[in-house]
């Protein structure tokens, strides 16, 4: 009877988390690998975007809107990044789960205090940042804020467990106080660099760089010659440390800009998966070291 009672419990321990498992859908790469360290083996994590697609340009497919259907969690990006997308998966889904107002919705954004923030917001001639610049996941700062607000939805999500998530959390959130004791020791400060999309301004903020220019008149949509040109000789005359641009972009201009004044064109990794990254912490290991 005993070990009747003894390989049941084991059964139970066995399957218990995969079938309590809670289904979360993230929607971008880093965003799916907080999820998963902080739900750990509690959590199933379905990411809807590759690393090597534009964040800006994705569209909506049926193996999506399944995920979502099924889905108990989604955790978004926010800020209008997802625009082209999700509000089609939502609707096509229906799963009450995870409207807007419901525990299962996540806009982490939500948590951020944007940069760029237009006065009015506005698609004009396309520009795909019309709330504020969406890529703040770069910044220590924000990282923290975003592992605080994942662990606290699951614990709402799955109370049972609430006491694991936030345990979790707490170690995530050190180990980004520990690393940036390490990463503030590096050379960025006072670098200025040119950048092909405004992607990277939270990680000035938080590191003291600059971005003195832009290859995009405005965030995704393609340069002028003329604003190439202008740019050409403006660095001409005060060099930048860098070109930056991210494995999506199309290399042509920065390659083009780099040639006509010599200054290094940089791929930096922009998400979890980039130059080999496993998770938010190697990202940032590579991106640091890429701005170097
Ligand atoms: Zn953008």
């Given amino acids: 009877?005993?070990?009747?009672?003894?390989?049941?419990?084991?059964l139970v321990l066995?399957?218990?988390?995969?079938?309590?498992?809670?289904k979360v859908v993230a929607t971008l790469p880093w965003i799916g690998s907080l999820?998963?360290?902080?739900?750990?083996?509690?959590?199933?994590?379905?990411?809807?975007?590759?690393?090597?697609?534009?964040p800006h340009s994705i569209e909506a497919r049926p193996s999506?809107?399944?995920?979502?259907?099924?889905?108990?969690?989604?955790?978004?990006?926010?800020?209008d990044l997802e625009v082209g997308y999700l509000p089609i998966l939502m609707e096509s889904a229906r799963n009450p789960a995870i409207n807007p107002g419901n525990a299962g919705n996540l806009n982490c954004s939500v948590y951020v205090d944007p940069l760029e923030k237009p006065a009015t917001a506005s698609r004009e001639n396309g520009d795909v940042h019309p709330l504020g610049n969406p890529h703040y996941h770069l910044s220590p700062a924000n990282i923290k804020k975003m592992a605080i607000g994942i662990g606290e939805r699951l614990a709402k999500v799955d109370q049972?467990?609430?006491?694991?998530?936030?345990?979790?959390?707490?170690?995530?959130v050190a180990q980004v106080d520990h690393k940036m004791k390490e990463w503030k020791g590096r050379k960025l400060q006072g670098k200025r660099f040119v950048a092909q999309h405004r992607f990277f301004e939270y990680l000035a903020a938080d590191f003291g760089f600059r971005i003195v220019g832009y290859l995009e008149e405005k965030p995704g949509i393609p340069p002028s010659s003329a604003h190439i040109q202008a740019l050409v000789s403006s660095m001409s005359g005060h060099r930048p440390d860098a070109i930056l641009s991210t494995e999506y972009h199309d290399r042509t201009i920065s390659g083009f800009v780099s040639s006509k004044t010599g200054v290094k064109s940089v791929i930096v990794p922009h998400d979890v998966g980039a130059n080999?990254?496993?998770?938010?912490?190697s990202l940032m290991d590579s991106v640091i070291k890429s701005l170097e």
Avoid: C, H
């Avoid at 994590?45 to 090597?52: E, I, M, Q, W």
């Fill in 276 to 281: 080999g990254s496993r998770d938010w912490f």
């Fill in 64 to 79: 999506m809107i399944a995920a979502v259907r099924r889905a108990d969690l989604l955790i978004y990006n926010g800020l």
């Fill in 35 to 54: 999820a998963k360290e902080i739900g750990k083996d509690r959590v199933t994590v379905t990411t809807l975007v590759k690393t090597s697609q534009d």
């Fill in 160 to 172: 049972a467990n609430a006491g694991f998530y936030r345990a979790n959390t707490a170690r995530f």
């Fill in 14 to 22: 066995f399957t218990a988390p995969a079938d309590a498992a809670v």
């Fill in 1 to 10: 009877m005993l070990r009747i009672i003894v390989a049941l419990f084991a």
